[in-house]
T-cell receptor
Framework: GENVEQHPSTLSVQEGDSAVIKCTYS??????FPWYKQELGKGPQLIID?????GEKKDQRIAVTLNKTAKHFSLHITETQPEDSAVYFC?????????????FGGGTRVLVKP | EPEVTQTPSHQVTQMGQEVILRCVPI?????FYWYRQILGQKVEFLVS????????KSEIFDDQFSVERPDGSNFTLKIRSTKLEDSAMYFC?????????????FGEGSRLTVL
């Protein structure tokens, strides 16, 4: 089955700096890669996703890149703000397969220092 | 904004007891899921449910687990005889569609502590 590895496990950045989180996946058939943000006491919330027919996607201060050949994808947060402090999870799945089963990475705890 | 709601937020139970975790998915969603997260570990898929039957389940989802949609709004996860290793945060999620990988909306979770 699919296996997703995520690095780093913790990331501390100064407000205004960029943060980068990297994930690798094992199943070359996976074609959908969402990123979730989890704030304390809340469930994961989708912040951006990318499909395998696209190499990069951007939404304001957040961008995701995908390298299918190397089987890795990354989340980039620019101009970080204190409210970006949270745990971020990457995930992978084969879209179209019954069940929409996401395989998650281990999470990255991001701390933005003011 | 519509959201997935879960009850209870925290349940403490004795080993061997039955537990039912409840979820109310977003009303127009058709696909329902349970995931769990043991403290310090990855979020893991348990089961997906569509059209009143299980679509897929993981190896974690053994005979001790069952899911049900008893009425038009609730989606429940039952653990028949809890074990210490069932202690985890259980997340319910729903999506509008699956074949095009619609966004999964997660609830805030139910923390289960088995003593």
């Amino acid at each position: 089955g699919e296996n997703v590895e995520q690095h780093p496990s913790t990331l501390s950045v100064q407000e205004g700096d960029s943060a980068v989180i990297k994930c690798t996946y094992s199943d070359s058939a996976s074609n959908y890669f969402p990123w979730y943000k989890q704030e304390l006491g809340k469930g994961p919330q989708l912040i951006i996703d990318i499909r395998s027919n696209v190499g990069e996607k951007k939404d304001q201060r957040i961008a995701v890149t995908l390298n299918k050949t190397a089987k890795h994808f990354s989340l980039h947060i620019t101009e970080t703000q204190p409210e970006d402090s949270a745990v971020y999870f990457c995930a992978a799945t084969l879209s179209g397969a019954a069940g929409n089963k996401l395989t998650f990475g281990g999470g990255t705890r991001v701390l933005v220092k003011p | 904004e519509p959201e997935v709601t879960q009850t209870p937020s925290h349940q403490v139970t004795q080993m061997g007891q039955e537990v039912i975790l409840r979820c109310v998915p977003i009303s127009n969603h058709l696909y329902f899921y349970w995931y769990r997260q043991i403290l310090g570990q990855k979020v893991e898929f348990l089961v997906s449910f569509y059209n009143n039957e299980i679509s897929e389940k993981s190896e974690i989802f053994d005979d001790q687990f069952s899911v049900e949609r008893p009425d038009g709004s609730n989606f429940t996860l039952k653990i028949r005889s809890t074990k210490l290793e069932d202690s985890a945060m259980y997340f319910c999620a729903s999506s509008e569609r699956a074949w095009d990988t619609g966004e999964l909306f997660f609830g805030e979770g139910s923390r289960l502590t088995v003593l």
